[in-house]
């Protein structure tokens, strides 16, 4: 399970995600669409801690992304 709750990111001054939340359960598919600069890559980066929110929870199965250690953060990246 993927969860994003209230996920804040700010770059350059502009909010690209903005107090965001969604959940994406096993076995199910989700698609992340939109034009160029609404978030989608910042979006992803975030689930394997290549950038870090500024504000919310960023989990993966049962591992909060911002506070897993390095040999956790490997698995969730696999």
Not at 34 to 52: A, D, F, Y
Request: positive net charge; charged residues 30%; hydrophobic residues 40%.
């Amino acid at each position: 399970m993927i969860e994003f709750k209230n996920v804040t990111k700010i770059l350059n001054g502009n909010a690209v995600l903005n107090d965001m939340s969604f959940d994406v359960k096993k076995g199910e598919v989700f698609v992340i669409v939109g034009p160029s600069g609404v978030g989608k890559s910042v979006t992803l980066k975030h689930m394997v801690r290549l950038m870090t929110r500024d504000k919310g929870e960023v989990r993966v199965v049962d591992d909060t992304v911002s506070q897993a250690a390095c040999t956790d953060l490997e698995n969730i990246r696999k």
